[in-house]
């Protein structure tokens, strides 16, 4: 069966609860079971900085649903738990992205695989490490050598705080 990576984000509300609500969806979802979940990080935001920090964390999955489907069946949680799409890199009760589909590589209006810069943001590729380092990039790398190579510029710290 395919394995996925999902990346979690939420700033508003009860972060950790909406994570936590998330995760439970996406377990509910047909054709989807969560696998692991990593630790939440509390991450500063990027782009549109004017808001509180984020909570993050990355799950794996096992689907039966294609990349398209399955990220139609994200987007169907991110609207039941309240996203509301305003400001590009804004505020979001939650925000889920797929970063890793396997090893294939996806580039369609809209639908990017591996997810775009992902690699260059810790608040993707910490958790991610913590929970599959040896995964790898459609081009080969694993997850720790990406990881080792991130420059570390925006802050970010480890809740100890297992939420699934």
């Not at 996925?4 to 950790?16: D, K, R």
């Not at 009760?93 to 369609?108: C, G, K, M, P, W």
Request: with cysteine; charged share 25%; hydrophobic share 35%.
């Amino acid at each position: 069966m395919p394995r996925a990576f999902i990346g979690l984000g939420s700033n508003l509300g009860e972060p950790v609860e909406n994570l936590r609500n998330a995760l439970q969806f996406i377990n509910g979802t047909q054709g989807v079971s969560v696998k692991s979940v990593s630790s939440v990080y509390l991450t500063e935001p990027m782009g549109y900085e004017d808001q509180p920090w984020f909570y993050n964390c990355v799950a794996e999955v096992e689907t039966e649903l294609s990349p398209e489907r399955l990220l139609h069946s994200l987007q169907a949680v991110e609207n039941k738990l309240g996203r509301v799409r305003i400001i590009r890199w804004g505020p979001r009760t939650v925000d889920l992205d797929i970063l890793l589909y396997d090893n294939l590589r996806v580039d369609s209006e809209y639908l990017t695989i591996p997810h775009p810069r992902m690699e260059e943001r810790a608040f993707v590729m910490v958790p991610l490490a913590e929970i599959a380092e040896d995964a790898c990039f459609p081009d080969g790398r694993t997850v720790r050598e990406v990881r080792k190579s991130l420059d570390d510029k925006k802050k970010y710290s480890c809740i100890p705080q297992k939420i699934w």
